[in-house]
């Protein structure tokens, strides 16, 4: 099977994560599956977890609430993305916090830039993912951050795969 890789890069110097992942799907499918909660909930976590949001108002100033349930259906832990920033079909940003079931979140939290192209029928999505603190982002890929995004997005490739109806 050849499927596109993900690549990761880690500047500690500016403490950021860089992803870069192609899909062999149409552009609009892809940011869809991004920033439409029905499509995110169904690969947005690496298996055998899986994303379950409880509210996503997908504009600026808007937030997505969601947590990551275990294959026994425990939720186990809630995250937020309060949306910053949103140029359609190209870009979006936001600030991504763990948080309580009551949507406290635990900060610092860290800023994601995601920048979606195409060419030639594949759509690239580029994510920028900056800390506040070193600490905060070697903690994150202690925890195998790497590891779980590189399995998430191979999910939106499987469903990808199994969506070229649109």
Same mark, same amino acid.
């Given at each position: 099977?050849?499927?596109?890789?993900?690549?990761?890069?880690?500047?500690?110097? !500016?403490? !950021?994560?860089?992803?870069?992942?192609?899909?062999?799907?149409?552009?609009?499918?892809?940011?869809?599956?991004?920033?439409?909660?029905?499509?995110?909930?169904?690969?947005?976590?690496?298996?055998? /977890?899986?994303?379950?949001?409880?509210?996503?108002?997908?504009?600026?100033?808007?937030?997505?609430?969601?947590?990551?349930?275990?294959?026994?259906?425990?939720?186990?832990?809630?995250?937020?993305?309060?949306?910053?920033?949103?140029?359609?079909?190209?870009?979006?940003?936001?600030?991504?916090?763990?948080?309580?079931?009551?949507? !406290?979140?635990?900060?610092?939290?860290?800023?994601?830039?995601?920048?979606?192209?195409?060419?030639?029928?594949?759509?690239?999505?580029?994510?920028?993912?900056?800390?506040?603190?070193?600490?905060?982002?070697?903690?994150?890929?202690?925890?195998?951050?790497?590891?779980?995004?590189?399995?998430?997005?191979?999910? /939106?490739? !499987?469903? /990808?795969?199994?969506?070229?109806?649109?």
């Amino acid at each position: 099977m050849n499927s596109p890789q993900v690549s990761v890069t880690v500047d500690k110097s !500016t403490k !950021t994560v860089y992803i870069t992942r192609e899909f062999a799907a149409p552009h609009s499918l892809v940011w869809d599956a991004f920033t439409k909660q029905e499509i995110l909930d169904q690969w947005w976590a690496p298996k055998p /977890l899986t994303s379950k949001t409880k509210r996503m108002d997908f504009k600026v100033g808007g937030r997505r609430f969601y947590a990551m349930v275990s294959p026994e259906g425990k939720e186990i832990g809630w995250q937020i993305q309060d949306y910053t920033s949103i140029s359609p079909k190209t870009n979006f940003k936001f600030l991504s916090a763990f948080a309580d079931k009551d949507e !406290t979140p635990h900060l610092p939290g860290s800023n994601w830039d995601l920048n979606f192209s195409e060419q030639n029928g594949i759509t690239k999505v580029s994510i920028s993912i900056f800390n506040d603190s070193l600490e905060r982002m070697e903690k994150m890929i202690e925890m195998g951050f790497k590891e779980a995004l590189t399995m998430t997005l191979n999910e /939106l490739e !499987t469903l /990808l795969n199994g969506n070229n109806h649109e």
